[in-house]
């Protein structure tokens, strides 16, 4: 019986991610990956033209993105059935092939990635190793040639989802955060900043380290809506010598 | 005139910093680290073994680390002296040099780096390019085993120097959290998460993805001290579809 790995991607520029994640991708027989619907996905483009030329491709692609909200009961429905036919799938992969699986993941697969539903539902079924990626809000404060946290500074990772008020309350309290899972949520983001009065230091970054890479002052950002990968920071300005 | 080049090398397990930071640490003429006086450093013992045999090394050693408290205006004094030094030495160096200067950094350089207070004294005079790692966070939640952030869980990275009445606070209010600069602050840290009933769900790591490598509950974990690449984390238990 074969294993599962997943490796981190990183934020998306090939160059990013991990020895050990280039090598394992090099040297796949087989490749699972997450993808919208009727898309390339983008687990694969970033592995574009480092696969071997007879390599097993698995996309699995998504029953639903956004077309349903997350709250429904139907797209948890959905999602669950998804996830449970997928972790068949791959488990029976497992138990008929010789090599081992390799599962592409953007970012850091433990931090917010979809792998975990699956590696949840696999776990104690099958070995699975899990190779951790530069996470996307890395490559995107990297971006902005700006540190994003210093000394005692604390930094907290919030999702665009959550609602308006607990947003602002959060950015009040912190000193360095960003906003992950921004797209339709905007709106609401930035009038969580203008309340927190936290607007004025705000950087959106769509596309961080990728060819299509956007980096700007949120206030410069006149649309109200956004890329999927885009990700909304403030830095910290804690404690330096000087 | 040359540049300077930060690349994160990522959690420790050498195979984990990425495609880039490996080339130009393999192809390096000048390296630049911190290090504590009388060490080897932790940063130099990562890349044992990729240097070139004619490789210049710059050793850059903090003057004090943890024998002065941070709050207090020598250890201030002291580092500012430190860093206008080593910056006033590498911009000389690449005055005078052909060659890129590959400053080599734990983790994520803009994530509580110490390269960060060269890189503000430095990047109106030279160019500076840097390279995002994986964090050392991310190394150790991915060696627990068990997924860090699900859904719209809100993640808080804290440092162990805090207050322990605002270590408590944080601790309470949000999902998933991780403690750096644990070492001393140890048990301050286990009252935090004692009384903001999270101790329990807590887990130590030390040198996550090193050879060294300890993870365990941190109720089984009896000292009151801890390494200083040690994080304290508590996992998310944020939505998934079920």
Redesign the interface.
Known sequence: MSKIICV?L??G????????A?RLIRNASIIAFFRKAGRKGQARQIVEGMLSPDVTEIPMEYPVTTEIP?KDQG??????Q??KEKAALLLEQCQRQEQDIIVLCEG??????SF??L??RL?EQVDIE??????GM??C??AT???????????????G??PEERLTV?MQN?DAFVVMKTGRNLPKIKQALRESNRFSDAWIVSYG?MAKEEIMPLSSYAKDTAPYFTIILVHGRG????
């Open positions: 981190g990183g934020p520029d090939p160059e990013l991610m991990s020895v050990r280039d997350v797209y948890n429905d959905l999602l669950a998804f996830y850091d697969p433990f931090f917010y990635g975990m539903h590696y949840i776990k899990v190779v951790p990626g530069i996470t890395s490559g404060w990297t040639g700006i540190p994003m946290t210093w000394g005692e500074d604390i930094l907290t990772v919030l999702m989802t959550l959060e912190t380290t404690r330096r010598p000087q």
